[in-house]
């Protein structure tokens, strides 16, 4: 609020976002708009797993579109570590079905191996080519105070970090955090008030895919959800993939990154692996990708982090992003994916 | 789907509404689009515990103002019999303030027998007169074929029944429900050409009150954001209460129906009771209110509800109410409350 120079009285609704069963509070937008001093105004809790904030900024440009409010509060948050590990890994497994595959011990970190084998075996990706997107992001979270791991690594090290689900390794996850991140939306007119830099919203897509596996393939090598979230957003925003000078995309494991590469154009299919091994995704290199640390090591708060992915665009848009700034950044991306890959909103921000 | 002559393919994007917390499957949306068949297309979760497909109706509207989308689900649903009573008993004290509140002993029907003792306390309001909404609830149940109880009871039925949170008995409480519930929502263009009978929103309101019961008051007998709801929604359609010829009014507990009466207007200040006492709002007398039945009789399968409020509201306003039709009926009022009174969704359509 004190970024966007706008007080309480003047957000005329709170949209809430986080992945549900992680903390004791239910409903959990009833406290948040309390503590904040934002009622009585509207408030509501949205949900799509990792994907909550993302869906959250959506609804909340739809307000403002359609004219029923000026101002918008898009809070996004988790608190993952009120539960032990063991409970985490549960509470996430049954983020996919829970009739037919969670019981049969699909947590997280096996869907996104499954993912990962099956990208390996079609387009011959390899462990040293995911090692490198935890080694770049790693890399860049040291530049970011706000990141939950600070210290660089090497290819070496991922690889030789403990097995989760083969061939993803610890490296190739990641974290549980806790974490919040706020989107301040306004209308034309508050905004052009408000601010000298303000970043418009270009392009929006929302797509989902089935939740179950079996019903999805024939092969693992992409999410269809992020396809077409893409391709609804680029044509919103009259843009091509190569039009984006920065890009904040969904990297809860290396293999995602990999497939995000590719599912939103910025290269050809099954050439995402040799993007992370050209480290054509650092800065400076074809398309900056998560240069504030990304999932991986700036921390994957579930309900945070499409949020927060927008505030990384936002301070580059502005030019405000320090060492990492992306020189004359004017249009950004943002991939948020969320749970097992059934549901996946895009967001393109422009100068 | 059936009744709005449209199919999964013209559908673009599903709003999937429930309380969380009772059932295993986590993040339901994904689930539901998959058995009904509506991806690729945009779904997510909405929750404001019971007011959570009002919040989703307005969620729709917004996507279709906006011109984002044409065609819109809003699917409500709640499978509250997967946890056992005492269970779904300490989810619901969950709704209320966490920290402060639920682990003293804040049930439901807790907090809302402090509202009723408040109103008793400040008005006057007797246990007969709740007893009557009761009596009401039941009598129009038995005449909905999916209403949950479909026996008639009587005033001493309702005295004499187990005292759940004094003074609320077990006739003034709503029960444990499964159920669902689905609202089409439409651009003008798609409703004109697939009915002949479309029935329009012609206003909403949404607003929230503090979540901890110390940040209200002083006095218990009153919800705010239902005034504040009701406010909204009425400007935008540009009528008054008195202009209201059916409402589908909040009653989880009989308190809560009286306080709603007064709240949106239907009588002055503290005349709920009367108005209960003097049958005022059967079919026929003053404001008919819940002549399906309401949460009391019908059910109350937490997420379903709202959707299902606007159900019997188009029913009414397409004139296929059958021997509850109001005649003539124009303008119809949906108030959905969420939780202990810190979401309310009004809602008015019109022919």
Redo the contacts between chains.
């Keep these: 609020m004190e970024d966007a120079q706008v007080t309480t009285n003047e957000i005329q ?1 709170s949209i809430v976002c986080s ?3 992680y903390d ?4 959990p ?3 948040i ?2 503590y904040l001093g ?12 990792c ?2 904030s993302g ?1 959250g900024l ?2 909340g ?3 403002i ?4 409010h000026d101002t918008v509060a898009v809070v996004g948050f988790q608190k993952m570590t009120e539960l032990s590990s063991a409970e985490v890994q549960e ?1 996430m497994g ?2 996919g ?3 037919w595959e969670s019981p049969f011990g699909t947590t997280m970190p096996a869907y996104f191996a499954l993912y990962a084998k099956s990208h390996m075996q079609k387009y011959g990706t390899t462990e040293e080519q995911l090692a490198k997107v935890a080694v770049k992001n790693h890399f860049y979270a040291t530049k970011n105070p706000k990141a939950m791991f600070q210290e660089e690594i090497t290819v070496e090290d991922v690889l030789k970090s403990r097995m989760i689900a083969s061939p993803l390794k610890r490296y190739d996850c990641c974290a549980n955090s806790d974490g919040a991140a706020c989107i301040i939306l306004a209308s034309e007119d508050v905004a052009r008030k408000v601010t000298d830099t303000p970043v418009w919203v270009a392009g ?1 897509g ?7 596996l079996t ?1 999805r393939g024939p092969s693992y090598a992409s999410f ?2 992020s396809v ?1 979230a893409a391709k609804q957003a680029y044509g919103m925003a009259r843009i091509k993939p190569k039009d984006v000078d920065i890009a904040e995309v969904h990297d809860c494991f290396t293999i995602t990154e990999i497939i995000n590469y590719e599912d939103l154009g910025f290269c050809e299919r099954g050439r995402g692996g040799k993007l992370a091994e050209e480290g054509q995704t650092y800065l400076g290199s074809k398309i900056p990708v998560n240069i504030d640390g990304g999932l991986l090591a700036k921390g994957h708060p579930v309900g945070a982090t499409g949020a927060s992915q927008i505030r990384t665009l936002v301070k580059q848009l502005r030019g405000e992003a320090g060492e990492t700034q992306v020189n004359g950044a004017e249009i950004g991306l943002a991939h948020n994916l ?2 097992i890959g ?2 996946c909103a895009v967001t393109i921000l422009k100068t």
């Design positions: 609704a992945a549900t069963h004791k509070q239910r409903t937008a009833g406290v708009a309390e934002l009622n009585p105004q509207p408030t509501f809790n949205v949900e799509a797993v994907a909550s869906v959506r609804i440009w739809s307000f579109s359609s004219g029923l509470v049954r983020s079905d829970v009739m929006l929302l797509a989902s895919s089935p939740m179950a019903s269809d959800c077409n969320g749970g059934m549901y």
